[in-house]
């Protein structure tokens, strides 16, 4: 029977640190233990006899180096071995969303984004709608949209937040149009008043129903290509599935420039929608 331990959360995001150099850096000793996390050389000796512990065949120390390195055997125990994780700790460095002390990367490669337009969101806005959300209440605002050319003073209901690659919308109950729509953050002007609800509002089906759609490489591309794109977008049997909210199709295939099903498709498009099906409805 393996012993139980019990420890910290503090103790747990340094054994994670642990297992993510090891796992993309192939290396950690002590120190690099005790400069991130500021603790003594005695707690960073405990942290690796845990690790140890733990998973007994990822390390062995190397007196040479003197530092543990990781085995041919290495399994990560405690982080995702996703290469995504170790890409998203790069992204987010290099977009400021994580500073270099609260990385566990030590030395990272050379890396260059490209960046996207700022987008305006108010601090205010964005308040008044989490409390909105919070307290079950409707909103009223004045809002820009890019159909009618002056902006109108709207009541609405916002029941979550949604990102579609590039920008921040409030998905809400319009009572202007009596239906669900989306309001992109920024183009929402001013926030009047808010009240308790005290309609009854109907369901948004399209944000409780999930769909799965069928991706395929270009059917006009050569096999040569068309392989490259299937170990690309890692696809098993020519085809990738993705599942999403239906509320979110427009923007999905918006943003990766997917045509309807069965609509002309040109060289420049790499994949392209072949099925969509509709996998659960929500309560």
Request: proline content about 6%; glycine content about 4%.
């Amino acid at each position: 029977m393996s012993k139980a331990i019990t420890r910290r959360w503090g103790q747990e995001r340094r054994l994670e640190f642990i297992d993510f150099r090891l796992q993309w850096e192939g290396r950690v000793n002590r120190s690099d233990l005790t400069d991130f996390f500021r603790i003594s050389i005695p707690q960073a000796s405990l942290d690796f006899s845990v690790y140890q512990e733990l998973a007994p065949g990822n390390m062995i120390y190397d007196r040479t180096q003197k530092t543990y390195v990781a085995t041919e055997s290495f399994k990560a125990i405690m982080v995702n071995p996703s290469p995504y994780q170790y890409l998203n700790e790069l992204l987010w460095r290099d977009s400021n969303v994580l500073s270099g002390s609260e990385s566990f990367v030590s030395t990272p490669p050379p890396v260059e984004t490209l960046p996207h337009p700022y987008r305006s969101v108010g601090a205010d806005t964005l308040k008044i709608l989490l409390q909105a959300i919070r307290n079950n209440s409707s909103v009223e605002i004045n809002y820009q949209s890019m159909k009618h050319p002056e902006p109108e003073n709207r009541w609405i209901y916002p029941r979550t937040f949604a990102f579609d690659g590039f920008r921040w919308h409030v998905r809400c109950y319009c009572f202007s149009s009596r239906s669900y729509k989306d309001f992109v953050l920024g183009r929402i002007l001013t926030i009047g008043d808010v009240k308790p609800l005290s309609d009854n509002i109907p369901e948004d089906s399209d944000w409780n129903t999930f769909i799965k759609l069928i991706l395929v490489p270009n059917p006009k591309f050569t096999d040569g290509r068309r392989l490259a794109v299937e170990k690309d977008f890692a696809m098993m049997n020519g085809q990738t599935e993705v599942v999403i909210r239906k509320a979110m199709l427009y923007y999905f295939k918006k943003r990766l420039n997917l045509q309807d099903i069965g609509e002309e498709v040109n060289d420049n498009q790499q994949i392209v929608l072949f099925d969509i099906t509709t996998v659960q409805l929500l309560a």
